[in-house]
């Protein structure tokens, strides 16, 4: 995977890279603004942007909605040190495929990327549950700028093992071989909200991936026989 880091601090910039180098992560190229983020992102095209939140010039929730409208197939993961709700959900209205805390350890962060890799969005925990309740009730509202960001998810109803009605909806199908572009035609969801509630279930059910939630489902009979 190639990574374009963006942080204005040399310091973390500097970790970052040894961290991700130790595990095979390919650093194409640091920024420390957002016009420089802009430029690189142009120039480099790389797999994944991580992008810092507070800095200089032009910060990473402006320089991500920049990047998007020019090449909307870019994917951008904030990391940063805020957990402020306007910052979480200003952040995937820009467009950022993920949200990372940089108080995170290290052996979390890589897992985080491992992720990226299979199609799960990275959140911190807890991350993804509030970006949903919020939207669900903006959407409920009748803010469409925010319903064409990430269209509501049905959250009704909660089963004994802690998932959402439609979690568990979203959970059955994608044991049953649905890509997410499937689960989210199926439910009338988009694919990111799709994501959403599996980074969400990944959460609440306190597993590492997709393959432990696969495995959980078949032992929960919400998988059915080969």
């Not at 040894?18 to 983020?37: K, Q, R, Y």
């Not at 919020?134 to 093992?161: D, M």
């Not at 568990?168 to 439910?187: F, I, N, P, S």
Request: some cysteine.
């Amino acid at each position: 995977m190639r990574v374009l880091l963006v942080d204005d601090h040399r310091l973390v910039i500097e970790g970052l890279s040894n961290l991700l180098a130790a595990h095979d992560i390919n650093v194409v190229g640091t920024a420390s603004d957002g016009l420089e983020a802009v430029a690189m992102a142009k120039n480099l095209h790389p797999d994944l942007i991580l992008m810092d939140i507070r800095m200089p010039r032009c910060d990473g929730l402006s320089a991500t909605r920049r990047i998007k409208a020019m090449q909307p197939e870019m994917k951008i993961v904030m990391l940063t040190t805020s957990a402020e709700d306007q910052d979480l959900f200003e952040a995937v209205k820009s467009g950022a495929g993920g949200y990372l805390l940089k108080s995170m350890s290290g052996d979390a962060f890589i897992e985080a990327l491992r992720e990226f890799e299979q199609g799960i969005p990275p959140f911190s925990t807890g991350l993804a549950a509030r970006l949903l309740t919020e939207f669900s009730r903006l959407s409920h509202a009748g803010n469409e700028p925010v319903q064409h960001a990430i269209p509501a998810a049905k959250e009704a109803g909660t089963e004994p093992n802690g998932l959402t009605n439609r979690q568990t909806e979203v959970l059955r199908l994608v044991a049953d071989g649905l890509t997410y572009q499937e689960v989210g035609k199926r439910l009338s969801l988009s694919e990111r909200t799709v994501r959403f509630h599996m980074a969400e279930i990944i959460n609440r059910l306190h597993l590492q991936n997709r393959s432990q939630v696969l495995a959980y489902a078949g032992e929960h009979g919400l998988k059915p026989p080969d």
